[in-house]
Every structure is written in C-alpha cells, then in structure tokens.
T-cell receptor, first 114, second 110 residues
Framework: EPEVTQTPSHQVTQMGQEVILRCVPI?????FYWYRQILGQKVEFLVSFYNNEISEKSEIFDDQFSVERPDGSNFTLKIRSTKLEDSAMYFCASNGGQGSYEQYFGPGTRLTVT | AQKITQTQPGMFVQEKEAVTLDCTYDTSDQSYGLFWYKQPSSGEMIFLIY??????QNATEGRYSLNFQKARKSANLVISASQLGDSAMYFC???????FGPGTSLSVIP
C-alpha cells in the first residue's frame, strides 16, 4: 500500500540553524500539507500546497518557514533560523483530491532545537 | 471562524466495553465531512473513519462507527469491544479545513 514517508525521523539542531524536513507524498496525490504538534499539545496546521504553490497557511507559518516541491516527488519544509519553540513533531500529509477526502499522514519528524 | 470541539480531554473505558468520543463541527456549511484519526503513543496519525454530511447512513469500519447527528453537526466516534491497543489520542478533523480538534486521550483499562 502506498504511504507517505518522511526523513529524518529525528533531527536535533542548534538554535539559529536552518533545517530542512523532507517528505515524499504518495505519488499521484495533488495536495500536500505540513502540520506540527508540540509535545502533548494539539496538532496545528502550518501550510497546504497545491499546483506548485501555497494554497493556505496559518499564522504560525511566518517568514522563517518555506515549502518547496523541488523535483515532483519531494515536498520539503525549511525553517531558516530555528528557535527553541520550534521543537515539535512535524507531520507531512497528502491528499489525492478529486473527491478523495482522506489525508494520508507520514510518520513525522521529531525536531529538537537546543 | 469554523471550529472543531471535542469536549472530553480524557476518557477511560474498561476493556471489551464500548466507548463514545464526541466531536462537533461549528460551521455554517451544509455540505461537510468529518474524519477521525488515532494517534498512539508512537506518534503516527492513523485514519479511522469518515462521515459526509450527505451520507444517508452512519459510517462503519470494523469496530469503529460514527453516531452522526446532522442537526447538531456532530459525528461521535463509537469504539465497540475496546482493546488495550485502542489507548491513544483521537482527533477529529473536517475534510475541507485544516483544523484539528483538541483531541481526546482514551485509556483502556484491563
């Protein structure tokens, strides 16, 4: 069964460093999402992406965040200058569109900023 | 603003008993859908079940079913014959909006 994959599973970085979180959505899917979940808290939407552009973003998704689909398979989330409060689990999800409603989630990347 | 409400931050259920987890969607839309996802302690998000507002029957997937009340815009998740592996966080999410409910932590007691 096709699945969304994310790498790395765990990333540790120092405050102020740039990180790139990688996701490979399901190959024929059209819509892509990033969420984050701070430990013990609710899942928060960051951004959605369709047709090679951002379709929606939350207040959390400020100038230090960016997304890219560089090669038609990967979908990346970049955090330019990490802060301690960026420590969280980051989930990528994809959706097939065309009447298919379910979002398929990746296993997540746990980001720890020290 | 549209909002998902899950009123039960934590629930306990005896193994083999049934449990109902609440979800209500505050929306003015007449056409909508609601997903339920399970997040075990390992962290992954697992799709469980979906209900569309125009579905004539309540959705059912194995031990999971939805008690859909259209007038209240609620789709409560019913887990029958609870198992220890059902202990997890459960989130409700509308299909067309990227807003998660706050979640319900379910603990199944042996």
């Amino acid at each position: 069964e096709p699945e969304v994959t994310q790498t790395p599973s765990h990333q540790v970085t120092q405050m102020g460093q740039e990180v790139i979180l990688r996701c490979v959505p399901i190959s024929n899917h059209l819509y892509f999402y990033w969420y984050r979940q701070i430990l013990g808290q609710k899942v928060e939407f960051l951004v959605s992406f369709y047709n090679n552009e951002i379709s929606e973003k939350s207040e959390i998704f400020d100038d230090q965040f960016s997304v890219e689909r560089p090669d038609g398979s990967n979908f990346t989330l970049k955090i330019r200058s990490t802060k301690l409060e960026d420590s969280a689990m980051y989930f990528c999800a994809s959706n097939g569109g065309q009447g298919s409603y379910e979002q398929y989630f990746g296993p997540g990347t746990r980001l720890t900023v020290t | 603003a549209q909002k998902i409400t899950q009123t039960q931050p934590g629930m306990f259920v005896q193994e083999k008993e049934a449990v109902t987890l609440d979800c209500t969607y505050d929306t003015s839309d007449q056409s909508y859908g609601l997903f339920w996802y399970k997040q075990p302690s390992s962290g992954e998000m697992i799709f469980l079940i979906y209900q569309g507002s125009y579905d004539e029957q309540n959705a059912t997937e194995g031990r999971y079913s939805l008690n859909f009340q259209k007038a209240r815009k609620s789709a409560n998740l019913v887990i029958s014959a609870s198992q220890l592996g059902d202990s997890a966080m459960y989130f409700c999410l509308p299909y067309d909006k990227v807003i998660f409910g706050p979640g319900t932590s379910l603990s199944v007691i042996p």
